[in-house]
Structures are given as structure tokens and as C-alpha cells.
């Protein structure tokens, strides 16, 4: 089964009531997912000042909150029960079809692999070479995450290299 761990990049971080905000809106396709038996359970991770727990109570979340991304997301894996993971920034929303796809590259990809999920080009250069575009989402095996140490999602995408790229893109959410 998925865990899926929607996180809340430090490189990014806004006034907190907009970031509440992003992350519900994050999570919304997840009820789909987890209803549809794709995704076993998931996890919020923030900063402890945008004060996540009565998101996490209201969703049915699991919570890992601290200062510092890396800690965060190293938090989240740990905690995490699936043997896959879907690790997914706050603020994007995958366009329609992710949980068909997700469900598809599950049962297709080979245990070990990774797939990266991709934002929807946002500049000129993303439009002529759209594997360029900016990565919000990985899906990886939990226990290549774990193997890594604490690391900020730039580092854990780095760190799995993953080869394969989801159809779907991400869009920002405004």
C-alpha cells in the first residue's frame, strides 16, 4: 500500500493562515484516493507555527510537525506504515487522472523504482522542454527513503534518483 506525505516546503514558506489554506486545498484529491483503497494513510508535515492539528484531526491525518524540513520529511517516512511512499509539496493540486495513474504505475513499476510527479510548465523554457518543469511529488519505496538520511525533498528526490515521470502534472494552486 501508499503512504502519502503532503509536506510543507521551507524554500517556499508563506503567511501562515494562506499555508493552512494551500494544505487543505493540497489534500482534497486524497479523499479519493484513500476511498478508493490506493492510499493507506496520510501525513501532514509542517512547521510547528501554522499550528496543523486540527487539519490533521479534522482529515483523519497523521502529523509531524518541526522547524526544519529535513527533519519533518525524515519524521513523516519513519512514521509512515506503506511500503511505497507518495511525498507531495503543499500548494499543488494534481490535475485529474493522478489517482488512476497512480494506482496503474503501482501495479506496473518494478518495487524498487521511483516516479516523479512535475508542475505544469510555468515558464517559457518548461513549455519547449516540459521535463524541466519544477518537481512537487515523488513516489518512491519507503525503505530507500529511509535509508537516507535527513534530507529536505530536494535532497530525497536527488537521493532516489528516480527515472520515470508521471503523465499527470501538478498545477499550483492560487
Known sequence: MI????????????????????LVRSLVWLVSAVVAGIVRDVTLAGPLELGLTDIADQSGCNI??????AERLRAAILASRG???????SGFQPMDGII????????TIPP?????LLATPATTWQRL?????????????????RALREADFRQLVSGVKPKALFVTRASPIV
Open 129 to 145: 522542454f516540459p521535463d524541466q518543469a519544477a518537481t512537487v511529488g515523488l513516489f518512491a519505496p519507503a525503505d530507500r527513503c
Open 64 to 69: 509531524v510537525e518541526g522547524e526544519v524540513e
Open 3 to 22: 503512504s502519502a506525505i503532503v509536506f510543507v516546503s521551507d524554500a517556499k514558506r508563506r503567511e501562515a493562515s494562506r499555508e493552512r489554506e494551500l
Open 112 to 116: 524498487d523504482a521511483s516516479v516523479r
Open 100 to 107: 488512476g495513474e497512480l494506482d496503474s504505475v503501482a501495479r
Open 83 to 89: 511500503t511505497r511512499l507518495l511525498v507531495l509539496e
